[in-house]
């Protein structure tokens, strides 16, 4: 835990506790979660706070969870309606401040943010601002806002979210008690994911190694029907790949198009539900600031299982990888075994090395404005090539053991 002393001592009392905050659901954070339990049970909780780590460490979750223990009349139980708003960003009273610029806090929206600050909460007796994109404060929005960030109104309560400190203008980060977040490693992760999903050990590897690493995104994959699906039929179309022709490829293409829609209609039903709850109490611009982030979690869900997509690509690749290197035990999609031995022993080292870099260049590309359809036939007609014995040969130097590991 790294704690700076806050320039403010305005602290404001936290409602009385019956039930134990949910930070217990905190994966990972055991020092996160010893210190806000012990925070909400003293009934202090600071004016601001400054959550720093990386991505899929937990930082929303800690966030949404501090929320919660400050506008329940229960502490946090997490089933009252409260709670649930807060889940699903319907809270009044708990406001989630993305950036509406490309790259940056607009001025009109800190302005706003500064008012609302000023009025009473509509719900709870606590007001709560979630700021997502700490790092993108800056400029004379940033400077106008040092003033409330470092004396807020009573009962307001500023989380602040960052990937590091070093992205975090000084100004801003002396003014919030600092909370780190870290990375949670395999050996720890898996165990925590057998146990909270009641899941396999096969099963959470190949959940935390589909979501690359996060347990979170490893825990919304577990808990996501329609994402296992998406990744057996991704790697069932990779697993083809050596035998297909380019009619086929590209009807694969099509599949994995559609299968890869599936987890986006899961998000529409539950936005359907947040905008029917917001229009009982958000303002018309309240609702349209909901509507554009909806917008905005589609675009970035549909990302996200893209990279998931080449989250299972990528590790199928190392399994046949590591079957190369004669450690098959240690394989993570051990549901396509079989396989993956045939495959990895009709290609060679260098050759699934470039495969791995070609999904790395596939997912570097999602950011730029490419079409999704052109991305994945353009990565299988390579991976097809690659894994059929038919690509490039070129020297891959020192890069198997980095590709392994
Ligand atoms: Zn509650």
Redesign the pocket.
Known sequence: MDAQPSAAAAQAKAPSLTIKPPFDTLVGQPLVARFFTSAIESRVINHAYLFVGPIGSGKTDAARALA?ALV???G?????D??IRVTRATHPDVKVIEPEGANSYINEQIRELIHDTNLAPIRARHKVYLITRADLLSGSGANAFLKTLEEPPVRVTFILLARTRESVLETILSRCQVVAFRFVPEVEAVPLLMDESATTLKDARIALATAGGSVYRARAFLRSPSRRDSRLKVLEAVERLPQADPLELLESARALLISLKQPLDELKLEQERQLVEGKEYLSKGALTALEQRQKRALTSRERETLVEAFGAIRSWLRDCLLVRIGRQDDLVNTDFHYNILKIALNTDEAALVRALRAVDEAERRIHYNVSVQSLIEALLFTLRDELSGAGHKLSTGGALGAAVH
Not at 76 to 80: A, K, N, T
Request: aromatic share 0%.
């Open positions: 919660k329940c009349k229960n946090g139980c997490g089933s009252c409260d709670c």
